[in-house]
């Protein structure tokens, strides 16, 4: 029986992770991998006090951290993935709350508490020959892939801050770029606007609704529809990067907790509490509307302060 539980190894998870341990919390770690999504980024800047890291590095770094805690109090568990959360008693009865955790590799951890921080997963493109051509000059990561399309014609998908620095990336490298917002403007800060979209590689388009990605073997072409004309018209490109958001990791607590039509869990942004007694959650799986890896880490502390408070309770 562990006192606490942290699902997900990522900023918010680790930050959870260190605090526990300094408080002498009996707590076990449980995640695939360190980092989160941050590990796709080549160029991270805004993780106070580092100017510039990489995600692979920031990743490292983590988990290096956790592993100077690491002892008869902090147990950490990497590379394996939590399937499914139940909760065996509630608060208010007897020995409870209670929950039990299940890995992919078949075990059963029991625990008093719970800090929930398994992030997000990037969205998919849903169009015509979108699985088909993934991997095959569909991706999802521009730090990862942009140097593959050196002097190619490419297309980005998403008009948001990831979108815009998804081209701003790609300047370096291809050819041409043209970028496709769905609604009537970019959602990406202005100053990255005005930065990517006076490159004159850029080509910028909103209201674009893309349709198809065709090909033979590879990506060859993205047909695309301007919803204010109607009108319909192929561009010729080798790469497509998409970056149309994320989807929440929440499905371990599916049907136990509260989430809103986002999929997101709602939580109280005071303490990070969940809907359930004896579940916190921090990070991009939450309802917190700002998704940066600093927010992440303070509601993740928030939460382990709140919940070291509970225990002392239940003692």
């Known amino acids: 029986m562990y006192e606490l539980i942290i699902v997900g190894g990522g900023?918010?998870?680790?930050?959870?992770?260190?605090?526990a341990a300094r408080k002498r919390i009996k707590t076990l770690l449980i995640t695939e991998s360190f980092g989160g999504q941050s590990t796709d980024s080549a160029d991270i800047q805004n993780w106070i006090g580092i100017v510039s890291m990489s995600g692979v590095e920031l990743a490292e770094r983590l988990e290096k951290h956790l592993q100077a805690y690491s002892d008869d109090v902090l147990?950490?568990?990497?590379?394996?993935?939590?399937?499914?959360?139940?909760?065996?008693?509630?608060?208010?009865?007897?020995?409870?709350?209670?929950?039990?955790?299940?890995?992919?590799?078949?075990?059963?951890?029991?625990?008093?508490?719970?800090?929930?921080?398994?992030?997000?997963?990037?969205?998919?493109?849903?169009?015509?020959?979108?699985?088909?051509?993934?991997?095959?000059?569909?991706?999802?990561?521009?730090?990862?892939?942009?140097?593959?399309?050196?002097?190619?014609?490419?297309?980005?998908?998403?008009?948001?801050?990831?979108?815009?620095?998804?081209?701003?990336?790609?300047?370096?490298?291809?050819?041409?770029?043209?970028?496709?917002?769905?609604?009537?403007?970019?959602?990406?800060?202005?100053?990255?606007?005005?930065?990517?979209?006076?490159?004159?590689?850029?080509?910028?388009?909103?209201?674009?609704e893309t349709l198809e990605i065709k090909g033979d073997n590879m990506v060859s072409g993205l047909v695309w529809r301007d919803k204010e004309s109607g009108k319909a018209q192929e561009i010729p490109v080798q790469g497509v990067f998409v970056e149309i958001g994320s989807i929440p990791n929440i499905e371990p607590l599916k049907g136990l907790v509260e989430m809103n039509k986002y999929g997101e869990i709602v939580i109280d942004h005071k303490n990070s509490r969940t809907s359930?007694?004896?579940?916190?959650?921090?990070?991009?799986?939450?309802?917190?509307?700002?998704?940066?890896?600093?927010?992440?880490?303070?509601?993740?502390?928030?939460?382990?302060?709140?919940?070291?408070?509970?225990?002392?309770?239940?003692?």
């Not at 918010?12 to 260190?18: E, I, N, S, T």
């Not at 719970?114 to 990561?141: M, N, P, T, W």
């Not at 917190?288 to 382990?304: C, E, F, R, T, W």
Request: hydrophobic share 40%; glycine share 10%; aromatic share 8%.
């Open 11 to 19: 900023p918010a998870g680790a930050a959870a992770g260190v605090y």
């Open 75 to 208: 147990e950490l568990k990497s590379r394996v993935k939590v399937t499914k959360i139940i909760q065996l008693k509630k608060a208010g009865e007897e020995g409870g709350p209670i929950f039990e955790v299940e890995t992919d590799d078949g075990n059963k951890f029991q625990t008093r508490i719970i800090i929930f921080a398994l992030g997000s997963r990037r969205r998919k493109l849903q169009v015509k020959g979108a699985d088909e051509f993934e991997h095959k000059g569909i991706v999802y990561c521009a730090s990862c892939d942009a140097p593959l399309f050196r002097d190619r014609d490419v297309a980005v998908v998403g008009g948001g801050n990831a979108g815009v620095e998804a081209a701003e990336q790609l300047i370096a490298y291809a050819k041409s770029i043209h970028i496709f917002e769905l609604g009537p403007e970019f959602r990406a800060d202005k100053l990255t606007q005005e930065r990517v979209f006076k490159d004159p590689k850029v080509t910028a388009h909103i209201n674009a």
């Open 276 to 315: 359930v007694e004896g579940i916190w959650a921090a990070g991009d799986a939450t309802d917190q509307p700002y998704k940066q890896n600093n927010i992440s880490m303070g509601d993740a502390v928030k939460a382990l302060e709140d919940a070291y408070l509970y225990l002392q309770k239940l003692k």
